[in-house]
T-cell receptor, first 115, second 111 residues
Framework: EAGVTQFPSHSVIEKGQTVTLRCDPI?????LYWYRRVMGKEIKFLLH????????ESGMPNNRFLAERTGGTYSTLKVQPAELEDSGVYFC?????????????FGQGTRLTVV | GQNIDQPTEMTATEGAIVQINCTYQTSGFNGLFWYQQHAGEAPTFLSY????GLEEKGRFSSFLSRSKGYSYLLLKELQMKDSASYLC????????????FGTGTRLQVFP
């Protein structure tokens, strides 16, 4: 069974440019999460999809970030325009429908560097 | 506020036992997770505790005390491959089951 895959693994862009990150969750997982880790800090929640619906987007930093999950399968996270402070590792995770001990499976992340 | 504390770094010797502590203060609690993360790789699930007590899984065990807001991860018979970051995360169930992470503990195992 394929795990959570993220693309690209690395991205270097200039300030003001646009970048789109993609996440393919484990097949059949309704829950999809985006997290971010900036250097030296903890991994922080960005948002949560249940199928194609945004369940919680309280962690999104500002309106330069747009997440979509059309059709309830893969998800994209667009940053437009990118700023220096957006640099970090963006993780995607997916899980089955909630229940006792339901674990989230993580992708290996996209390392975004804004210069 | 939400706060999860764990030591930044720890070192240990191959074959030894190490305990990584985690204390938390969160508005909600629906379980505590431990993840292992090797550099450049995805965090991988190690353990889950929602009730007080010890959960054992092979060389790894995890303990939870909800009244004290405290957990630890115990690693026995350390191997070199156990060198990694260990992430403590609390699932905060308000209207979503998002994870709140600590900064992680980087463990180095020496021969």
């Amino acid at each position: 069974e394929a795990g959570v895959t993220q693309f690209p693994s690395h991205s270097v862009i200039e300030k003001g440019q646009t970048v789109t990150l993609r996440c393919d969750p484990i097949s059949g997982h309704d829950n999809l999460y985006w997290y971010r880790r900036v250097m030296g800090k903890e991994i922080k929640f960005l948002l949560h999809f249940v199928k194609e619906s945004k369940q919680d987007e309280s962690g999104m930093p500002n309106n330069r970030f747009l997440a979509e999950r059309t059709g309830g399968t893969y998800s994209t996270l667009k940053v437009q325009p990118a700023e220096l402070e957006d640099s970090g590792v963006y993780f995607c995770a997916s899980s089955q429908e909630g229940g006792y001990g339901t674990e989230a499976f993580f992708g290996q992340g996209t390392r975004l560097t804004v210069v | 506020g939400q706060n999860i504390d764990q030591p930044t770094e720890m070192t240990a010797t191959e074959g030894a036992i190490v305990q990584i502590n985690c204390t938390y203060q969160t508005s909600g609690f629906n379980g505590l997770f431990w993840y292992q993360q090797h550099a450049g790789e995805a965090p991988t699930f190690l353990s889950y505790n929602v009730l007080d007590g010890l959960e054992e899984k092979g060389r790894f065990s995890s303990f939870l005390s909800r009244s004290k807001g405290y957990s630890y991860l115990l690693l026995k018979e350390l191997q070199m491959k156990d060198s990694a970051s260990y992430l403590c995360a609390v699932r905060d169930y308000d209207n979503t089951d998002k994870l709140i992470f600590g900064t992680g503990t980087r463990l180095q195992v020496f021969p």
